[in-house]
Nanobody
Framework: QVQLVESGGGLVQAGASLTLSCAVS????????MGWFRQPLGREREFVSA????????WYADSVKGRFTIFRDNGKSTFHLQMNSLSPEDTATYYC???????????????????WGQGTQVTVSS
């Protein structure tokens, strides 16, 4: 079982940048996908970005493409979400997640992840 702990959330103004981090423990991440999802208050949890841990391929939701960057720390079981040009629409609880690359689900599907962090709040004021 993989354990994940997010950090880095906070309150920022529109246009600011913020970096979220996810520390992972429990097993080797070779063959795993790592993802970021977010859940605005009263809405469904939605895909933000994903990273193939072994190959380094990345994916982004259209709403964050060009503004957010997912990347990993080489040599550490930690990955991050760099968020630039934040807007109030980005306000949400952000969750990191991990799942085995079984090929059954797309990288954007919540069903493709079976380990989740506790969430970190990001609030963007206008």
């Amino acid at each position: 079982q993989v354990q994940l702990v997010e950090s880095g959330g906070g309150l920022v103004q529109a246009g600011a940048s913020l970096t979220l981090s996810c520390a992972v423990s429990g097993r080797s991440l070779s063959g795993y996908r790592m993802g970021w999802f977010r859940q605005p208050l009263g809405r469904e949890r939605e895909f933000v970005s994903a990273l193939d841990w072994s190959r380094g391929n990345t994916w982004y939701a259209d709403s964050v493409k060009g503004r957010f960057t997912i990347f990993r720390d080489n040599g550490k079981s930690t990955f991050h979400l760099q968020m630039n040009s934040l807007s109030p629409e980005d306000t949400a609880t952000y969750y990191c997640a991990a799942g085995w690359n079984s090929g059954v689900y797309t990288y954007a599907a919540r069903e493709g992840y079976d380990s989740w962090g506790q969430g970190t709040q990001v609030t963007v004021s206008s």
